[in-house]
């Protein structure tokens, strides 16, 4: 069984902080993939960043860095200088393939909330 | 521009009643997935199809029926055998995952609907 856990329900910070988003998830599969979202109010999910287990290097996109890590089955999402435009619902989530199909499992989501 | 067109935005049926949701993609993707998300929850699987004239069950199937008659359309039909059918409904597509391997998913706009 796979599952993700995003245990911050909801995050308010001021312009310009940085924050992070915890995941943390379960699976008992060698290969699997992890994935970020955002969610603006419109609804429409964004992709942000699709992860294979196999690769632990951290990544940066802009002011937007991940840092994933076995030992603790945690993929964390950090913004750095936060901006009003990153308001919005980001939800993790893990598709674990096994040797058959999988789908994509999500957690319960993370709003930030971003003030001027 | 590629990408998924849902329509309609906002839905409002009366009870009893079936309703189709239409979902149309020009990524020329081979699988397209629906999601069911209700307030403060992640995204819940009910249906995917890996190609054409075939699809499988998700998490929560029952009370929804979907064809997949073509590669760029996937409609859901909410029946009245859904005892709860309001709800934010997102289609989404992505390469076709195969075995071991699975590709990010792209997400319409979404179609609320308000079942009264």
């Known amino acids: 069984a796979q599952k993700v856990t995003q245990a911050q329900t909801e995050i308010s910070v001021v312009e310009k902080e940085d924050v992070t988003l915890d995941c943390v998830y379960e699976?008992?599969?060698?290969?699997?993939?992890l994935f970020w979202y955002k969610q603006p109010p419109s609804g429409e999910l964004v992709f942000l960043i699709r992860?294979?287990?196999?690769?632990?290097q951290n990544e940066i996109s802009g002011r937007y860095s991940w840092n994933f890590q076995k030992s603790t089955s945690s993929f964390n999402f950090t913004i750095t200088a936060s901006q009003v435009v990153d308001s919005a619902v980001y939800f993790c989530?893990?598709?674990?393939?096994?040797?058959?199909?999988?789908?994509?499992?999500f957690g319960k989501g993370t709003m930030l909330l971003v003030s001027p | 521009d590629g990408g998924i067109t849902q329509s309609p935005k906002y839905l409002f049926r009366k009870e009893g009643q079936n309703v189709t949701l239409s979902c149309e993609q020009n990524?020329?993707?081979?699988?397209m997935y629906w999601y069911r998300q209700d307030p403060g929850q992640g995204l819940r699987l009910i249906y995917y199809?890996?190609?054409?004239?075939?699809?499988q069950k998700g998490d929560i199937a029952e009370g929804y029926s979907v064809s997949r008659e073509k590669k760029e359309s996937f409609p859901l039909t909410v029946t009245s055998a859904q005892k709860n059918p309001t709800a934010f409904y997102l289609c989404?597509?992505?390469?076709?995952?195969?075995?071991?391997?699975?590709?990010?998913?792209?997400f319409g706009p979404g179609t609320r609907l308000t079942v009264t």
């Open positions: 199809s890996q190609i054409v004239n075939d699809f």
């Open positions: 990524l020329n993707h081979d699988a």
């Open positions: 699976t008992r599969d060698t290969t699997y993939y």
């Open positions: 989404a597509s992505s390469i076709d995952p195969g075995a071991g391997e699975f590709y990010e998913q792209y």
């Open positions: 992860r294979n287990s196999f690769d632990e």
């Open positions: 989530a893990l598709s674990a393939p096994g040797s058959g199909y999988s789908t994509l499992t």
